[in-house]
């Protein structure tokens, strides 16, 4: 899959394995890559989530971060991982499970009696009290791997069946872009 099949991606980085996406992509930012630069890994071996939990990223999992240049103000960042999970919530119904928003930035699925934690968000961002330099969107989606935290889930655990990853991601990025449009309007589109 290149940039151009994926909706909003200026930058496609395309990692067998990262210890983190997200260390990856702020590493990226810090030295100037572009709005729209996405950092996808097909396995993390130090992935993490909020409040510095290890995310258990093995094989059959979606994990990438996404670098945006926003032109908004920082009091907007708290609205920024809350978009992303519904946007989320919205592409894991799309693949036939039902979904909810559990604030600030997790995505609990179900189907029938079976559910648990499907996607967690990760936002950082860097810059000063009126302006935001870059922030880094990490998101961590289990597809087809099996997640070994307690209470989380997949969508082949709750589906039955496996689901292409890319899909996931594209469904994701459909649902993103003009979520984040809404939120930065005088941003820059990829």
């Not at 729209?36 to 992935?47: I, M, N, P, S």
Request: glycine share 12%.
């Amino acid at each position: 899959m290149n940039n151009r099949a994926l909706p909003g991606i200026g930058r496609l980085l395309r990692l067998r394995t990262a210890d983190s996406t997200q260390t990856v992509a702020r590493g990226l930012a810090e030295g100037g890559a572009p709005h729209g630069t996405l950092v996808w890994a097909l396995r993390q071996t130090a992935g993490r989530g909020r409040l510095e939990r290890r995310w258990d990223s093995g094989p059959g999992g979606l994990y990438f971060s996404l670098i945006l240049r926003p032109a908004f103000p920082p009091r907007v960042l708290a609205e920024l991982s809350l978009t992303a999970a519904r946007a989320a919530a919205e592409a894991l119904a799309g693949c036939g499970v039902r979904t909810r928003v559990k604030p600030p930035n997790d995505v609990i699925g179900s189907r029938g009696r079976r559910s648990g934690k499907l996607c967690g968000i990760l936002a950082e961002a860097r810059g000063g009290a009126r302006r935001v330099d870059w922030v880094v969107l990490g998101v961590g989606i289990n597809v087809n791997n099996r997640p070994l935290a307690p209470g989380a889930a997949s969508l082949r655990d709750l589906t039955g069946k496996a689901v292409p990853i890319a899909r996931v991601l594209r469904l994701f990025l459909e649902r993103f872009q003009p979520a984040y449009r809404a939120l930065d309007p005088d941003g820059i589109i990829v």
